[in-house]
Every structure is written in structure tokens, then in C-alpha cells.
């Protein structure tokens, strides 16, 4: 049996299927354990890709549609972490993920009273966009950056679309045109 696994190349996604393995007359037992923690990452960037809280450009942003979007992100953290045994590898990144979504929701509320805005009155959809909005989504991004470049390097996962660009050192230059 030990010959014929070394000679089989057996790969992890096989070897997690096998359940069992039967005598004197050979035998193999599978079952289906569900998507692999790389599967389960993976659904995670795809929907990361999708939320524009985490590039679109900071004047665009709308306070209300980030704060929902963040919220949203949260949720799928939770969601995720569930699906993960707690010694994988993911559970970390996607608890600082999470943790920076809490920390986003408090920090947008500081007060920068030595800053001067250029502005007057509410940003569009009637919420103040202060400087402590744009702080918070500044940091909010760079750590959802940092935990996607742990995720995608251990996975061995690619980054696909505008997520990129919250990947330290994948900007683009977007002058060329």
C-alpha cells in the first residue's frame, strides 16, 4: 500500500476525501468535506472585489454607502471564520479584517479640530464626510490590504480587479491615457 502511494501522486484536495482504508482485501472510503480553506478564501476575495468602499476614489465616496459596505464586509468575515476550522490559517486575517471594520465605525467619528475643511455643510446624502471619515477609510483599506496579501500569498490566490489596489505596492499607475 505504501509503495502504491508513493508511486500515486496524491494530491491534497484527494487526500482530505479519504475517510478510511479497509483490509485484507483493499479498499478505499470518501466522503465530500466540503470546500478546502483555499475554496472558502477565495469566495471571500471574490466578494472583497465587489465593494468599492475599498477603492473607489475618496471624493466618490458617499459616508452612508461606505458604512453599509463595511458593515457588509463584517458579515462576511463572520460567515467565513464559520466555515474554517480555528487552526486555519485564514482566521487571522479575516479577525483583523473584521477588527478594522469596528475600529472604521468608531475612528470616522474623530474629531480633527485643528484641521481646516475647505467646505461647508454636509456631504452629499446629508452625512458629514469629516477628515476622521477619510483617516478611518484610509487605515480601513490599508488593512484589508495587508490581510488580502497574507491570504492570496498562503492560498496561492490571485487578486483580481480594483481589489488590487488596496494591495501595498500593486498600484497602478492610472495616468497614462
Known amino acids: 500500500?505504501?509503495?502504491?502511494?508513493?508511486?500515486?501522486?496524491v494530491t491534497a484536495d484527494t487526500a482530505r476525501r479519504i475517510t478510511g482504508i479497509s483490509f485484507p482485501f483493499g479498499g478505499l472510503s470518501w466522503a465530500d468535506p466540503g470546500p478546502s480553506d483555499a475554496e472558502i478564501v477565495r469566495q471571500f476575495l471574490v466578494f472583497l472585489e465587489d465593494r468599492r468602499a475599498l477603492y473607489n476614489p475618496m471624493q466618490l465616496e458617499v459616508p452612508a454607502d461606505v458604512e453599509r459596505s463595511i458593515h457588509q464586509i463584517r458579515e462576511q468575515c463572520t460567515r467565513t471564520l464559520q466555515q474554517l476550522g480555528p487552526d486555519a490559517f485564514a482566521v487571522g486575517p479575516l479577525r483583523m479584517v473584521r477588527e478594522a471594520g469596528r475600529?472604521?465605525?468608531?475612528?470616522?467619528?474623530?474629531?480633527?479640530?485643528?484641521?481646516?475643511?475647505?467646505?461647508?455643510?454636509?456631504?452629499?446624502?446629508?452625512?458629514?464626510?469629516?477628515?476622521?471619515?477619510?483617516?478611518?477609510?484610509?487605515?480601513?483599506?490599508?488593512?484589508?490590504?495587508?490581510?488580502?496579501?497574507?491570504?492570496?500569498?498562503?492560498?496561492?490566490?490571485?487578486?483580481?480587479?480594483?481589489?488590487?489596489?488596496?494591495?501595498?505596492?500593486?498600484?497602478?499607475?492610472?495616468?497614462?491615457?
Not at 446629508?126 to 483599506?141: E, I, N, S
Not at 490590504?145 to 496561492?156: E, I, K, N, P, S
Not at 490566490?157 to 505596492?169: C, F, T, Y
Request: glycine share 10%.
Open 1 to 9: 500500500m505504501r509503495n502504491w502511494l508513493r508511486r500515486t501522486k
Open 103 to 177: 475600529r472604521f465605525h468608531d475612528d470616522c467619528q474623530e474629531e480633527f479640530p485643528h484641521f481646516h475643511r475647505e467646505w461647508d455643510g454636509p456631504h452629499r446624502h446629508g452625512r458629514d464626510a469629516g477628515p476622521g471619515f477619510f483617516v478611518a477609510l484610509g487605515a480601513y483599506r490599508a488593512t484589508v490590504g495587508h490581510q488580502v496579501v497574507l491570504l492570496a500569498a498562503h492560498y496561492d490566490l490571485s487578486i483580481e480587479g480594483e481589489l488590487a489596489s488596496v494591495v501595498p505596492g500593486m498600484v497602478e499607475d492610472r495616468s497614462d491615457g
